[in-house]
């Protein structure tokens, strides 16, 4: 059974950081890329952060350029995003999917909120 579980998510001040994790079961995490993806009520859904399934190749999207990192831990299945100097824009549902970023995946977790308020 795959499962794909995110966490981390919560209220965070403007400025503040979260770490957001996904973990996974029922595949083999390390044959795939993954991508964080977040969408936002009534917002399109964005690409965030999408890395290779060795990590070799990330790309971001321009809007957390700077202030995110993907990172993935091919040993626990695990995948992560690390956000920092978070703004108000960046609050939404996010959530990992299992694909790079084309948004064609057929994979993904619940997904986690992040609400950036003062």
């Known amino acids: 059974q795959v499962r794909m579980v995110e966490s981390g998510g919560g209220l965070a001040q403007p400025g503040g950081s979260l770490t957001l994790s996904c973990v996974v079961s029922g595949f083999t995490f390390s044959d795939y890329a993954m991508t964080w993806y977040r969408q936002a009520p009534g917002k399109l859904r964005d690409m965030v952060a999408a890395?290779?399934?060795?990590?070799?190749?990330?790309k971001y999207a321009d809007s957390v350029k700077g202030r995110f990192t993907i990172y993935r831990d091919n040993f626990r299945n695990t995948l992560s995003l690390q956000m920092n100097s978070l703004k108000s824009e960046d609050t939404a549902l996010y959530y990992c999917?299992?694909?790079?970023?084309?948004?064609?995946?057929?994979?993904r977790g619940q997904g986690t909120q992040v609400t950036v308020s003062s």
């Open positions: 999917a299992r694909d790079y970023g084309s948004g064609t995946y057929s994979l």
């Open positions: 890395i290779s399934p060795t990590g070799y190749n990330i």
